[in-house]
């Protein structure tokens, strides 16, 4: 089956620190891939679209300079959280669709971002 | 506009009894209904989707969905529940022929019970 791989699966870095989440389609590409936060106890909330060799395409309300997504490959997506904050802590989950028509996404393993 | 409804935050059930988790959903278009699995800190994985086929949808670990239209539902079900089944599901809806923008529900947390 389709696996994400997302890496690092858990991050403690103090206030004002970048952190770097990478997203890797394995068996598949995919030209689009898509980054979530969620909070605790709540359902996934779409941050922005990454697009292979183009800009993403960030949601409403999410800071595409807080957020830098950059997706080189077909199979890669990394999402930077410049000069994260505590109000930055979450947990941010990767999606990657296949390029073939009408698949599903398929989600990484998820990061747990605690900024202190 | 889509949207997408969970009426249960909460189900417990004891371990060998069937599982409902309910759905409803609002679509304007033909819409692609998807359940997906969450264990704690873990990401989603897909149990199950409907993209205008079969309406009663086979997933993995003996889970299944019926397709109601008349009733704008996708409930999901399981004949016996197992102590794994334990974690979060969450109902999800897109436009059949565009899978990017996935409407999440707010999810039910299913407890097993010995």
């Known amino acids: 089956g389709a696996v994400v791989s997302q890496h690092p699966s858990r991050v403690i870095c103090k206030s004002g620190t970048s952190v770097k989440i990478e997203c890797r389609s394995l068996d598949f590409q995919a030209t689009t891939m898509f980054w979530y936060r969620q909070f605790p106890k709540q359902s996934l909330m779409l941050m922005a679209t990454s697009n292979e060799g183009s800009k993403a395409t960030y949601e409403q309300g999410v800071e595409k300079d807080k957020f830098l997504i950059n997706h080189a490959s077909l199979t890669l997506s990394t999402l930077t959280v410049t000069s994260a904050h505590p109000e930055d802590s979450s947990f941010y989950i990767c999606?990657?669709?296949?390029?073939?028509?009408?698949?599903?996404?398929?989600f990484g393993d998820g990061t747990r971002l605690s900024i202190l | 506009a889509q949207s997408v409804t969970q009426l249960d935050s909460h189900v417990s059930v004891s371990e060998g009894t069937p599982v409902l988790l309910r759905c409803n959903y609002s679509?304007?278009?033909?819409?692609?209904l998807f359940w997906y699995v969450q264990h704690p800190n873990k990401g989603l994985q897909l149990l199950l989707k409907y993209t205008s086929a079969a309406t009663l949808v086979k997933g993995i670990n003996g889970f299944e969905a019926e397709f109601k239209k008349s009733e704008t539902s996708f409930h999901l079900t399981k004949p016996s529940a197992h102590m794994s089944d334990a974690a979060e599901y969450f109902c999800?809806?897109?436009?059949?022929?565009?899978?990017?923008?996935?409407?999440f529900g707010t999810g039910t947390r299913l407890q097993v019970f010995p």
């Open positions: 999800v809806v897109s436009l059949s022929y565009n899978t990017d923008k996935l409407i």
């Open positions: 679509s304007s278009y033909s819409p692609s």
């Open positions: 999606s990657a669709r296949d390029n073939q028509e009408n698949q599903p996404q398929h």
